[in-house]
């Protein structure tokens, strides 16, 4: 739909003036709020330094100035206590024990940072990638004890390179960040953690990740670390080189390379005490003090469900001065974009002069940039009850169109034109949410992506305030317009802003949160997160009759079965009946390693008229599926075709002739 018909449509929907709101979202505000953020006096806004209170006292005097209330106990600001302390790196270190012998580690083949100095002792077990679903049957540490011990485990999570992985296919579920896996071995009673990069990735570790953005290592040296000073984390993380940590697995019997592919062939754990080594962690800080920023929060009161809560959220803090550079970042587009969005939201809500049903927070944390940790210290210590907040537009840099860069080479496809582009991040977690922002797009016209939610290298949904929401099961997606070579750069600037793409988002967003807060049915949280890009359909090779059983408390309506009579009979139970009995629509579209015009038709008909209902689309080989999907994708809903057979791709296509003959199809070269 052509933007500039935008002002003229649903003027009033429930009494809501959408011109007049729109007004607030205006270029002129956005580039004028956001030169102040990042001119020179704000100083790059680095958490707990000059630059950043200032921000916040402006924060502040927009929020007054919008006519929110102050949401917090009588204020705008909730106080975000932290600890700010520097870790001796020559003195803290690891020392392991094999037998009576000795060996000592330092950084960076063993990174240690804690807040609290000390000396923590202890056996190590290995306990494969240290994680507890028990949504998902999966269990690292079932039956194992590790109390009083000090665990080893691997980065990330099984079968990131399966898409029909149960752990969200080839995307990354919330247990594969290092947050959950810590607090996981904490709940299980050990004393620490040792992380190692998983053996078998086909993707940079967690540190090489790092150290592909220009300057990360003298940005990290020069700074203290910061955590909160009651973080609900009470062990300390040690990052491990992974041939120490492929060293000490081997007390196993059996190579850490074996026992990432057993777990992934069969998700069984491989959990071990290694037998005779202990560790030895010693923690010396150089400076200890603790501190506090803030949390700026505002509230527009809702009507008949004010109890309820949609929370509209930002990051104010940045990266600070440059000194090696005689300049500072002034982080134009992280996050000074997100935070005027959210000040011009407040503004048009306000100014609409319409109460919406449910409750509107506005809440720009603190201190992302130093572990996103104003939202989880709000997600631990929350100002509206968490079970009656209902969802979360979180923005996280939605001012730039996203290039190829240092960080993202080699391990995502960037379009060629990004210009009328936004990301989604997380949507696997709360399908409807997605759902709401597809059909609020109908007004916009932007192009949504959700390429993050299938790829696991660049630990993307780990890395914004939208995170700490999900891990207390709330539908929360973070808004991102995606990365370029100025992320963390002193060249990230106002005058690379795309201020017309960036005043669609916030329409978009307005839009969205004004479904959300009125809706009779606000979005889910679904912790089971296999699923395709459209949010309606979820891929599968074969199901078992528990899966059928388990997708119909999904919401799927309708199963789509690729497989021919020859390959069903092999399966063991009747799939039909199975389905039918699960309450679901059963249709068998069969064809074998290419399929025909029609029966590509045949398909799209079933894919579209099941309607509001969710669709398990599958066949044995996830082939046919990805085929089909890149097919659909493209021809039935406008997906650019590269981008389609990325899906396509993702969903299982691995095949050279079907991915030739669906490439042929889209009018693309071989």
């Not at 603190?366 to 631990?380: F, I, P, T």
């Not at 388990?550 to 009747?574: H, P, Q, S, W």
Request: hydrophobic share 40%; net charge neutral.
């Amino acid at each position: 739909m052509r933007p500039f018909l935008l002002p003229l449509l649903c003027l009033c929907a429930a009494g809501q003036n959408y011109e007049k709101a729109f007004a607030e979202l205006s270029e002129t505000r956005l580039r004028a709020d956001l030169t102040f953020l990042t001119s020179e006096p704000l100083q790059g806004r680095l958490s707990l330094e000059r630059g950043s209170e200032v921000s916040i006292q402006w924060l502040v005097s927009e929020f007054t100035k919008a006519g929110l209330k102050p949401a917090a106990n009588g204020s705008f600001l909730q106080s975000v206590p932290l600890t700010d302390f520097r870790v001796d790196r020559e003195k803290s270190g690891l020392t392991i024990t094999r037998n009576g012998v000795a060996k000592s580690y330092r950084s960076p083949e063993a990174g240690v940072s804690f807040p609290k100095p000390g000396r923590i002792k202890g056996p190590i077990v290995f306990a494969g990638f240290g994680i507890t679903a028990p949504e998902l049957n999966y269990d690292d540490y079932a039956g194992l004890d590790v109390k009083g011990k000090v665990v080893l485990i691997f980065d990330h999570e099984p079968q990131e390179s399966d898409p029909n992985s149960i752990f969200s296919g080839k995307g990354n579920t919330r247990y594969a960040g290092t947050y959950v896996k810590v607090l996981t071995a904490q709940q299980h009673g050990a004393v620490a953690v040792l992380l190692m990069p998983e053996p078998n990735r086909n993707h940079p570790s967690n540190e090489e990740r790092r150290a592909r953005i220009p300057g990360s290592a003298q940005r990290n040296a020069r700074l203290p670390q910061q955590t909160l000073e009651n973080s609900s984390l009470q062990i300390p993380l040690i990052t491990i080189a992974e041939a120490l940590g492929k060293d000490l697995v081997a007390a196993t019997g059996q190579t850490a390379n074996a026992i990432h592919t057993a777990i992934d062939r069969d998700l069984k754990p491989r959990s071990a005490l290694l037998p005779g080594i202990t560790a030895d962690i010693d923690i010396v800080n150089t400076q200890t003090k603790l501190a506090e920023t803030f949390n700026v929060v505002g509230l527009l009161e809702g009507s008949d469900l004010k109890d309820e809560t949609i929370i509209i959220s930002a990051h104010h803090d940045h990266d600070g001065p440059a000194f090696n550079l005689g300049a500072q970042f002034p982080g134009a587009d992280d996050n000074g974009s997100g935070t005027v969005g959210v000040v011009a939201l407040a503004h048009a809500f306000m100014k609409a002069g319409v109460k919406p049903r449910r409750s509107i927070l506005f809440a720009i944390f603190g201190a992302e940039e130093r572990g996103l940790l104003g939202s989880y210290h709000y997600a631990d210590h929350p100002l509206r009850p968490l079970a009656g907040t209902k969802a979360v537009i979180n923005f996280d840099m939605i001012g730039r169109d996203e290039k190829p860069s240092t960080q993202t080479d080699g391990l995502i496809t960037i379009a060629p034109d990004t210009s009328n582009e936004m990301n989604l991040v997380g949507a696997y977690y709360s399908p409807d949410y997605a759902k709401a922002v597809e059909k609020a797009n109908e007004f916009v016209g932007l192009r949504l992506n959700n390429k993050w939610d299938m790829e696991p290298a660049l630990n993307v949904f780990f890395r914004s305030d939208q995170y700490p929401f999900v891990l207390k099961d709330i539908p929360a997606l973070w808004w991102f317009t995606g990365f370029h070579p100025d992320y963390h750069q002193v060249t990230d600037s106002v005058e690379l802003i795309n201020f017309p793409k960036m005043g669609k988002i916030l329409q978009l967003a307005y839009r969205t949160t004004w479904d959300f807060a009125n809706t009779a049915t606000p979005p889910r949280f679904v912790s089971v997160t296999k699923g395709a890009p459209d949010a309606r359909v979820y891929f599968l090779g074969q199901p078992s009759q528990a899966d059928l059983s388990n997708y119909a408390k999904l919401g799927v309506k309708t199963v789509i079965n690729l497989r021919t009579a020859a390959e069903m009979e092999k399966v063991g139970f009747d799939e039909a009946a199975a389905a039918k009995a699960a309450g679901m629509n059963y249709v068998n579209v069969p064809f074998q390693t290419i399929p025909t015009d029609g029966e590509l038709a045949k398909i799209y008909a079933e894919l579209d008229k099941s309607g509001e209902g969710k669709i398990l689309l599958h066949c044995g080989s996830s082939n046919r599926v990805g085929g089909v999907w890149a097919a659909y994708r493209a021809t039935q809903k406008g997906v650019a075709p590269e981008e389609a057979m990325n899906e396509g791709k993702a969903a299982g296509l691995k095949n050279p002739a079907l991915e030739k003959a669906i490439r042929e199809k889209l009018g693309l070269k071989p």
